[in-house]
Each structure stands twice: as structure tokens, then as C-alpha cells.
């Protein structure tokens, strides 16, 4: 397959192919449209060069997501309406008798399955949902600003959402639901002009399934929640700074504390006689009582003559 350079569009949707991907594709440098979503696809996701549509989506594709998406240089560039992908079938060589038709691209779009034919050249897309992809979303994908439609959704990825999302301004679709994305959903989202003016009643099932994420139009963010690693530090200083016990005068309180109450009774003892001889006398009281009754016990437990 690697042999076909001159193919454009790619399609191998909803079949029963296993494995990775061939490497020998990356040959084929004119490639557009590349369709391979509903199979059993395994591995990583190849470094791809010049895709303008990639649908991975349902598959078992693990790891993470390349930083090297940057380098698909038909999604940084923005789309052109004149753009269509033509091809000529020659019917018979002898009277050179031929045939055009153009490509058309089937993508679920807003969650209605869509034909593009004459606007191809508009529709920039990656989908990588239902797979098994982990780690964070690369920012280096906000520099693709010709992509029009982002799918990223039930996977395992993690992270926060780039704040530079908002460089995608041709972006029109957006999912990054399910996956276990935490921190506050960028405000530059609203700069996006298919997505910004929406955005307050923008469907919250784009982001859904991310426990710990927040913002418009999920729930607000709270202050444990935007600062989750430092929120243990400041409870400790909270705690230091509004305690009333624990100052500088309950150490001295306990020093003074501890001063009269050891000289309030040895300082009685060594200058009141009577007190000293009365303390003597029932130390030794307490001294007889203790040898008579250890006495006592060692004679019994004696076995006798």
C-alpha cells in the first residue's frame, strides 16, 4: 500500500482490521482524507505528514497523542472552498473516452452524519475518540489553526485544557468529553468564532464526564477546586495565623504555670516545718505499709515445711 504515492483519500472505515498501522504509509505524501474509525486498529498513533481529515476514531489506539500533529501541514493552513479532489477513469485507452467524479468525505458532524463534496477543502478534521489514549493534550495541536472539527473524546487523557485553545479559530466542533481532564475550561474558548458566542449555552456534554473539570457551562470552579496542589498549604497557614490558643502567651501562660505550681508545693514543704514533718511522716508511713505487705506476700506464695 505504501506504493500508492499519488492517493489521496483513504477510506477502510468499519472493517475487522487488527494490528498497527503499516509504517509504508507514510509513502503515500499526498495523502488528504484518511479514514481507518471503526476497526480494531491497534498501538500507537503514526507520525502522519499532509493529512487534511484523520478519523482513527473506534479503535484500540493506546499511548499518547504525538506532539508532531503540529506537522501536518494541511491543518495549520486554513481551508479553501475551491479546493475538491478530482480523479480521471479512463474507460477505454483507444478513444480515450474518460470520466471525472470528486470526492466526498462522510464525517458525523454535530452529532448528524454529513457529506462534504464541493466545500472538502474547508473540512480540517481529527477524530481520535473511543480509543485507549493517555497523557495530556499536546498544546503544540493549537498551532494546526486551519482545524475545523476536534474529537478527542473517551479516552484516558489527563491534564489541563491548553489556555492557547483559543488560537483555533476555525475550530467548530469541539469534544473532549469523558476523559479525566481536570482545572477550569479556558476562557479563550470564547474567542473562537464558532464556538465563542455560544459558549455560555454551549452543550455541557462537550466537557461532560471530566469530574474534575469546571467553568462555563459546567458548574463554577471553586477555590479548591482551580487550586487543588495548594490548597493543604494554605489551610496550614489559615490554621497558624487564626488559632487564638497557640500564640506566643500560651508558652509563656505554661511556663508560669508550671513555676508556681512546683514551687507552690516544694516551696511549702521547705520553709513550713510542720508541713515537712508531716510529709516525712507519711512517706515513711507509706514505705512501712509497702515492705510489710511484700513481706506478707512472699510468705504465702512459700510453700510450706
Not at 104 to 133: D, F, P, Q, T
Not at 179 to 188: C, F, L, R
Amino acid at each position: 500500500m505504501g506504493s500508492l504515492f499519488s492517493i489521496r483519500t483513504l477510506n477502510l472505515n468499519n472493517n475487522g482490521f487488527v494490528g498497527e498501522l503499516p509504517s509504508s504509509l507514510n509513502n503515500c505524501s499526498s495523502l488528504v482524507v484518511f479514514d481507518v474509525a471503526d476497526n480494531n486498529l491497534s498501538g500507537p498513533i503514526p507520525e502522519w505528514l499532509g493529512i487534511q481529515i484523520l478519523d482513527l476514531s473506534m479503535n484500540n489506539i493506546s499511548g499518547s497523542i504525538p506532539k508532531c500533529l503540529n506537522n501536518l501541514t494541511n491543518l495549520a493552513l486554513r481551508g479553501s472552498s475551491s479546493l475538491t479532489i478530482t480523479h480521471t477513469i479512463y474507460v477505454n485507452s483507444t478513444s480515450l473516452t474518460s470520466y471525472t467524479y470528486d470526492d466526498e468525505a462522510s464525517l458525523i458532524w454535530k452529532g448528524m452524519m454529513s457529506k462534504y463534496k464541493s466545500i472538502l477543502g474547508l473540512v480540517k478534521s481529527i477524530h481520535l475518540s473511543s480509543n485507549r489514549l493517555t497523557g495530556e493534550i499536546p498544546c503544540e495541536i493549537t498551532d494546526l489553526v486551519g482545524l475545523v472539527s476536534l474529537n478527542l473524546s473517551r479516552n484516558n487523557l489527563t491534564g489541563q485544557i491548553t489556555p492557547n485553545i483559543g488560537k483555533l479559530q476555525s475550530l467548530d466542533l469541539l469534544d473532549l468529553s469523558n476523559n479525566q481532564i481536570h482545572g477550569t475550561i479556558p476562557t479563550s474558548l470564547t474567542g473562537i468564532s464558532g464556538l465563542g458566542p455560544q459558549l455560555q449555552i454551549y452543550e455541557p456534554s462537550v466537557f461532560a464526564g471530566n469530574p474534575l473539570l469546571c467553568g462555563i457551562p459546567l458548574q463554577t470552579c471553586s477555590s479548591e477546586e482551580t487550586t487543588p496542589e495548594e490548597q493543604p498549604v494554605l489551610g496550614n497557614q489559615d490554621e497558624d495565623n487564626n488559632d487564638g490558643f497557640i500564640t506566643p502567651g500560651f508558652y509563656v501562660s505554661l511556663g508560669l504555670g508550671f513555676a508556681v505550681g512546683f514551687w507552690g508545693v516544694c516551696g511549702s514543704l521547705i520553709f513550713n516545718r510542720s508541713w515537712r514533718y508531716t510529709y516525712s511522716k507519711l512517706l515513711n508511713g507509706l514505705n512501712y505499709w509497702l515492705n510489710v505487705g511484700v513481706t506478707l506476700f512472699r510468705q504465702r506464695r512459700m510453700p510450706d515445711d
